[in-house]
């Protein structure tokens, strides 16, 4: 890559070009890689990146975060910067994949990091010493995929050769290496096809990053952040490690009612379709509902009490917390935010709607009631611990409900969803009112809003409305949308 000549125009065809942008205003702005075409050829002529300069933040606050790097008297560490720097690295290579028509693989990261075109999530783990190695974050180079669809698209086959036979013989030794291409995350299904993962199963990482997570929160400390800094500039820097887990949640939620497939085509012999199997779903399920235990959402108290309200200056921003107990730091939204995206995946629509599909081409396959079963299990009728922990358990019971009682009015689930909520809340509302009376204030307190929801619903399912939930900030890594252009010349 070289500088542009003095005087040259970013436009001038003749240079392909990488954008560096500054851009005010919005600190999580998209980077892009687009092609100006030919379309009597298909000839890409020109490519042309936009790379957001604010693309380093992110990494940066990841870095620090995972780090806790400023120690009393030592000197900054470079990690923060080196692997920042890594990731847009990674990030200027991808944006130039899409220049030469390379689409997003999000399946590759299953296989070593196999192609620049996937959403990369860092790669760290922890040290015997209890510190955090962030040297791998980022991969180097580009991927044995993006290897094979570049031999694809780009082969030079000497003259004479039968070009469609050439094309063939790339195409079926990429298959028999194992290669897989799944260019979007279309419907949340495909286990390995995932946005900012890690790892070759999704489930085992998510249960791996919680282990993480919980690590990097019992040791957050005023590390975090630099001396002089205001200290509730702490709640910028737990952000996301808070969230550490949102992407690989959503990537382990695949498996429960998900689909492996391929794009196959008549005759490649790829494997067309297959159902997880349903121990790996209920393996999922373990995992997600693991991310929603008091302890896993709880902050140390000792944190909690280091971030004060926020001095001027320093306003609350999409990338902090928001909450219900007006300026100062709330630990209960904070947990909404987390436990929110966990109930969501859990109960979404379409993948209730596969869950009563699969169970009921297959009995083996788990099925919608048995999930939601269990979560009730596991939320409202779990033993409701005292304290914060108890507040964080009553979170999520009401998050389950609202969940539940949303799938239920929600007129475009399927029928057979929305029937099966109906019964399931109709079993919670029994057993709610069984437990009532004896129940203790706290969980009375707490059975009587259940109740008084599950009338509301009741009174009128069609305009069944349940309360907003908090803000969730936006994800720590960004992303590129897959955006080629096809100009005309
Ligand atoms: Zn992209």
Not at 390 to 405: I, P, R
Request: negative net charge; aromatic residues 8%.
């Amino acid at each position: 890559m070289k500088e542009l000549p003095e005087g040259a125009d970013p436009m001038d065809i003749r240079y392909n070009v990488v954008n560096w942008v500054d851009r005010a205003g919005n600190p999580r702005a998209f980077s892009y890689g687009s092609s100006y075409i030919d379309p009597r050829t298909g000839e890409i002529i020109k490519g042309v990146v936009t790379l957001g300069s604010d693309r380093h933040r992110q990494d940066y606050l990841l870095a620090e975060g995972l780090l806790q790097p400023y120690k009393p008297g030592q000197p900054v560490p470079t990690a923060m910067a080196t692997m920042a720097l890594a990731r847009v690295r990674q990030l200027s290579a991808h944006e130039i994949g899409h220049t030469l028509g390379l689409y997003h693989n999000f399946t590759s990261s299953t296989k070593d990091r196999g192609s620049v075109m996937d959403y990369p999530f860092p790669r760290f783990s922890l040290k015997a010493d209890g510190t955090v190695d962030v040297s791998q974050a980022y991969a180097t180079g580009i991927g044995s995929w993006d290897k094979r669809a570049i031999l694809w698209g780009y082969q030079d086959f000497p003259k004479g050769t039968d070009e469609a036979a050439g094309l063939e013989k790339i195409m079926k030794e990429t298959l028999a290496q194992g290669h897989i291409f799944i260019p979007d995350i279309g419907g949340y299904v495909h286990p390995t096809a995932n946005q900012w993962d890690e790892g070759t199963n999704a489930v085992t990482q998510l249960n791996t990053l919680m282990n993480v997570r919980r690590h990097v929160l019992d040791n957050f400390s005023t590390n975090a952040i630099p001396a002089g800094a205001p200290m509730a500039t702490l709640e910028e820097v737990l952000v996301p490690m808070y969230l550490l887990h949102r992407y690989q949640v959503e990537a382990a939620a695949k498996s429960l009612g998900g689909l492996y497939f391929t794009h196959a085509v008549k005759g490649d012999g790829q494997v067309i379709t297959r159902m997880v199997a349903p121990a790996e779903q209920w393996r999922a399920f373990d995992a997600l509902m693991a991310t929603v235990t008091p302890t896993a959402l709880a902050l140390p108290e000792a944190l909690i009490k280091q971030i004060p309200p926020r001095p001027s200056g320093f306003p609350s921003s999409m990338e902090t917390f928001s909450g219900h107990t007006g300026p100062t730091f709330d630990p209960i939204a904070a947990a909404e935010t987390a436990a929110a995206l966990t109930i969501a995946s859990v109960l979404n629509p379409e993948r209730a709607a596969r869950l009563v599909e699969y169970h009921a081409r297959d009995a083996q396959q788990p099925g919608f009631l048995p999930v939601v079963d269990k979560m009730l299990a596991q939320t409202w009728k779990a033993p409701l611990p005292a304290g914060y922990k108890g507040e964080l358990q009553v979170l999520v019971n009401n998050l389950t409900l609202k969940s539940l009682l949303q799938l239920a009015a929600a007129p475009d689930a399927a029928e057979s969803v929305r029937g099966e909520s109906l019964l399931e809340v109709a079993g919670l509302k029994q057993w709610m009112t069984a437990h009532l009376a004896a129940a203790p204030p706290r969980h009375k307190a707490s059975l009587l809003f259940g109740l008084a929801q599950i009338r509301k619903f009741e009174d009128d399912p069609n305009k069944f409305v349940p309360n907003p939930g908090v803000d969730t900030p936006p994800g720590p890594p960004s992303a590129c949308p897959a955006w080629i252009s096809w100009a005309t010349t």
